[in-house]
């Protein structure tokens, strides 16, 4: 059955704690990107049942709301409608939840946005890498030939200038000029320097300002002729050293000589801050915490710890920062040994993901796990993270005991990858040994599924996804208890019909109001009984005044002198003015507080323009 757009939009709506708590509202592809004020207003067990919504995560600073392709842009629209909410684009999005992000999250989103946008470079040279180079071990005469040689030299491009791709990311994402980005990654590589993986051989120095200032051996304004292939985070942060000045200058450099003065101030203090200060004391920590890295992901206690810990981080949206990581190894000429940590994990969740989806008898959670195990199959692992393992828990538990396994296998038999970016099965195309990777993936998935399958139930409930009355599964009542010539009223509630007579009220008995009938309600949950509109929502959320498509007026009434209890044990999932279909829920009521209010429960019904009507039919 089709998705009722308008009805997905307003529930939703209905769980963010009120239109002033929405920043922003943008969409992707798959979900809904909102930006949120105050978290702790949002009703995420409500929100994560709504129908339609496959999963949900904060991560970015946005609340992310999984509705899937081809869907999500119909609920968005609806969505705006309902919520009155500022229309954002996904990058005004993006921004305005960067701005609401703690330093540390804003630095690691910042480093993601700069290296994200050059991973089709990457990958490309990557794979390219891997073909030539099994080329060249399978037909050993194909090395010695120009095809080899032209294929190796358009491979290595990506990596021998990778700070040039890096500065002009960097530039773009930090608000500078990109071809001023591109000049100073170019300088960084330029070939009057001595090559980077070449300075164990020596490099020479030019002294700036002569033999001034020395302190020990450094002399200040030293220079080393020496270039930085292979590093990334100099480049970085020279960049946005450049990009702030350059901002700075066009808004105090009169605009007569703005053209001359702000790229020549901007390039040259760029340039010796670089050569002097950032490029020997960053390239320096960079290698550091490379060489650190590299000692952790091939050690097998490393990995093990990396490859449990991979999903939790994915779930704070700090995976991002490991493509500086791998970027970094890659530029060094070695293997990128982080890949197979990143691969394990997420094929760990494929097989958990995929477990889930065989054994649960919820037709929901079935056709939301399939799907998302298969996309996480490939390597993208959100819907089945979000949407299924970790609400159930367990199954994100097990999926991070397969990933630790998976990545121990890795480090053991020492595989690695030729580029970045992709995991999974699409992994096969950078691994270095696609039979140990083979190994990987099989263990991976088979220790995280075969948990799942034995010791996750699927009659479960997970804190994070139910709470203690979500077993109890809603009945809609379907008897139509008031017929007119204009259509039909179904009984708002269940329980037993009761003539207007029996009704403990003498206005209602009398049908002063209108024709009436009473319900003595077996539940506290109170449905539309047509499709229409909310005319009216008392404050107290006792009673409401529903209009039908065909014109009939009803008022429907919670109990008796029930005013009196000022809303306590009444709750309104609907507001004045809301567009509602026939079954939808508009208000839940606790029997037992009315009870202890000494109220009597009844619902009544009443047709409150009755006299429109020629032939009014009562069930009772």
Request: aromatic share 8%; with cysteine; proline share 4%.
């Amino acid at each position: 059955m089709e998705l009722n757009y308008q009805k997905c939009a307003e529930e939703i709506f209905d769980t963010l704690g009120g239109k002033d708590n929405i920043v922003s509202a943008a969409h992707c592809a798959t979900r809904l990107r909102l930006v949120i004020a105050d978290n702790s207003k949002v009703d995420l067990k409500t929100l994560e049942n709504v129908e339609g919504v496959q999963g949900v995560f904060n991560s970015a600073g946005q609340l992310q709301i999984i509705i899937g392709t081809g869907t999500v842009n119909k609920v968005y629209d609806e969505f705006i409608k309902v919520s009155g909410a500022t229309v954002a684009s996904k990058e005004e999005a993006k921004a305005a939840a960067a701005s609401q992000m703690p330093w540390w999250r804003q630095l690691i989103k910042t480093l993601g946005d700069v290296f994200v946008p050059i991973l089709p470079a990457i990958v490309a040279a990557g794979l390219m890498m891997g073909l030539v180079e099994a080329l060249g071990k399978a037909i050993p005469t194909f090395a010695s030939t120009d095809w080899y040689a032209f294929l190796d030299m358009a491979a290595n491009t990506s990596f021998a200038f990778l700070p040039v791709l890096v500065a002009v990311s960097a530039a773009q994402v930090f608000g500078g000029n990109i071809f001023l980005g591109a000049v100073i990654g170019l300088m960084m590589v330029h070939p009057a320097l001595t090559n980077g993986w070449n300075a164990g051989n020596g490099y020479d120095v030019w002294y700036l300002f002569g033999n001034l200032f020395k302190i020990g051996n450094y002399t200040l304004g030293q220079v080393n002729q020496l270039g930085y292939q292979g590093h990334v985070i100099p480049v970085v942060i020279s960049v946005y050293l450049m990009s702030k000045l350059e901002i700075k200058l066009h808004k105090i450099v009169p605009e007569m000589i703005d053209l001359f003065v702000t790229p020549l101030t901007t390039v040259l203090v760029t340039a010796l801050a670089t050569f002097m200060v950032i490029g020997p004391v960053f390239s320096t920590l960079e290698t550091w915490v490379l060489s650190a890295a590299t000692i952790l992901v091939t050690n097998p206690f490393g990995a093990l710890a990396m490859g449990a810990i991979y999903p939790i981080t994915v779930v704070m949206g700090l995976h991002h920062m490991y493509n500086t990581i791998e970027l970094g190894m890659l530029s060094t000429g070695a293997l990128n040994t982080w890949m197979p940590i990143a691969s394990a994990a997420n094929f760990a969740q494929f097989g958990a993901c995929l477990a889930v989806g065989i054994k649960t008898k919820d037709a929901k959670r079935k056709t939301v796990a399939i799907p998302s195990a298969l996309s996480a199959s490939l390597g993208i692992t959100e819907p089945a993270i979000f949407g299924v393992n970790l609400r159930l828990m367990k199954p994100f538990v097990f999926a991070a005991i397969g990933g630790a396994v998976g990545a121990l296998v890795g480090a053991i038999f020492q595989i690695g990858a030729t580029a970045n970016g992709v995991t999974g099965i699409p992994g096969y195309l950078i691994a270095s040994n696609p039979l140990t990777y083979t190994i990987l993936l099989v263990v991976s998935f088979g220790v995280s599924f075969l948990l799942t399958i034995f010791f996750w139930k699927d009659d479960e409930v997970a804190t994070t996804e139910e709470t203690n009355t979500a077993a109890v599964k809603e009945v809609i009542p379907d008897e139509v208890v008031i017929t007119t010539e204009a259509g039909t009223i179904k009984a708002p509630v269940n329980g037993k019909i009761i003539p207007a007579s029996q009704i403990p009220d003498p206005v209602f008995a009398e049908e002063t109001m209108g024709k009436s009938v009473g319900i003595q309600p077996t539940d506290g949950n109170v449905y539309a009984p047509f499709d229409g509109t909310v005319m009216m929502l008392f404050p107290t959320k006792h009673a409401i005044g529903l209009k039908s498509n065909d014109g009939m007026e009803v008022l429907i009434h919670i109990g008796v002198d029930t005013v009196q209890m000022n809303g306590d044990g009444f709750e309104a999932f609907v507001k004045q003015d809301n567009v509602i279909h026939a079954g939808d829920k508009l208000i839940h009521f606790d029997q037992n507080k009315i009870a202890k209010a000494n109220h009597p429960d009844t619902v009544i019904v009443v047709l409150t323009n009755s006299s429109q009507y020629n032939t009014i039919n009562k069930v009772a």
